[in-house]
């Protein structure tokens, strides 16, 4: 969402707030997907974001073409396609969808951005062997993977990477009490065994941390403070032993330089 925001500003900045034709220029269409998707589903989807009139009483050919009309009215460079992990690829609804994500691809003057988790188990990207696997197949030469694995910290260029995600998170944090270091420095180890590296893990803790602060006029973000602060599930379950080894100076992750300095 940040990426598609900072996209969306870039366009409208460089090309302006309408298209040459005098529609509103949308850079960004952004769908969300559910278990029960079909074309049909998706097509109203896009609609919905546009708010189109359509999109109550067409049929799904319709749908798809008004779609389409509105993605090249508004001139739409970027589709977001998310949760796509909720499709059941091998399912009927799922080869349906298959399909007309490449007629899509095929058609709209856009470039495709699916989000989902586990989707090569789910098996999007593979050949297969049942009946409707070459279609899916397919999809998987269309698409280039992008990874978002937990960060690490065994080796220097892990830290590195955990550091510079701190320092930026830093500036975006919207409390009158902040200073530079508070999560880089102070609360690197602490922030890292609460998350246990994953990204969701911890931007739930650090956004309900600054819930936290603003509402106790704390205004920072401390380790008493988060210490009051419930994690997801999977991160708690996890973070005891991480902790432990990072407390007992087994682990860190902070790296070389930045130890150095402090």
């Known amino acids: 969402m940040a990426f598609a925001r900072e996209f969306h500003h870039r366009e409208i900045t460089e090309r302006g707030a309408l298209t040459a034709q005098g529609h509103e220029r ?21 609609l919905e974001f546009f708010g189109h009139p359509g999109r109550q009483n067409s049929t799904a050919a319709q749908l798809g073409l008004q779609a389409l009309d509105c993605v090249l009215s508004c001139e739409v460079r970027l589709l977001i396609l998310d949760d796509l992990h909720f499709l059941k690829w091998r399912k009927t609804s799922g080869i349906e969808v298959s399909n007309h994500l490449k007629w899509i691809a095929n058609e709209f003057p856009v470039t495709l951005l699916k989000v ?20 899916l197949a397919q999809t998987g030469r269309r698409t280039t993977r992008l990874d978002m694995p937990p960060f690490t ?43 246990t590296g994953h990204i969701g893990s911890l931007m739930t ?10 509402r106790t006029g704390t205004e920072r973000l401390t380790r008493d403070l988060l210490d009051r602060v419930k994690n997801d599930e999977a991160a708690e ?12 100076g087994r ?4 790296p070389r330089r930045a130890r150095a300095a402090g």
């Open 116 to 135: 989902g988790v586990g989707l090569a188990d789910k098996g999007l990207f593979s050949e297969g062997e049942a009946t409707g696997d070459t279609v």
């Open 251 to 254: 682990a860190t992750s902070r």
């Open 26 to 46: 949308w850079p960004v269409c952004r769908v969300g997907l559910t278990g029960n998707t079909g074309m049909k589903d998706l097509n109203r989807a896009m």
């Open 153 to 195: 910290i065994d080796t220097e260029q892990g830290r590195a990477h955990w550091r510079r995600l701190l320092l930026a998170l830093e500036q975006r944090i919207v409390l009158t009490d902040t200073y530079p270091g508070m999560l880089a420095d102070d609360l690197s180890d602490y922030l890292f065994a609460r998350s």
């Open 237 to 248: 379950q996890a973070r005891r032993e991480l902790e432990y080894a990072l407390q007992a």
């Open 205 to 214: 803790l650090v956004n309900r941390g600054c819930q936290r602060a603003q």
